[in-house]
């Protein structure tokens, strides 16, 4: 069932972080995606918790260097916008 559900690929291996201009959390922008796919009546996301310290999804400037380094090949940008529209 759980390989059923469209969840964001990502692996937390965290390539992709070290380079973003705006430090955003990705793979912790991508856990709170994945945590409301599986858990969508949980009342609360950990968002701000996990962006608290850098930028939100929408602070993205689209340089691309993210999807240039992740081994998963996620279109990270356009996943980020949909992130920022669920969550902020
Ligand atoms: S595209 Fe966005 S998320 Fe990726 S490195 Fe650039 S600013 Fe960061
Ligand atoms: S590089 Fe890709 S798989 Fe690794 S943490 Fe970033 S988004 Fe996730």
Known sequence: MMRAL???ACTSCRYCTEGCPMQINIPGVFRCV?????FPNKPQSPYGWVTGKGGKASDCIEC???E???PQHLPI???LKQA?????
């Open 6 to 8: 469209p969840l964001v």
């Open 77 to 79: 940008r356009d996943l």
């Open 34 to 38: 994945n945590d409301k796919i599986k």
């Open 64 to 66: 691309g260097q993210c």
């Open 68 to 70: 240039d380094i992740c």
């Open 84 to 88: 920022a529209a669920q969550f902020e």
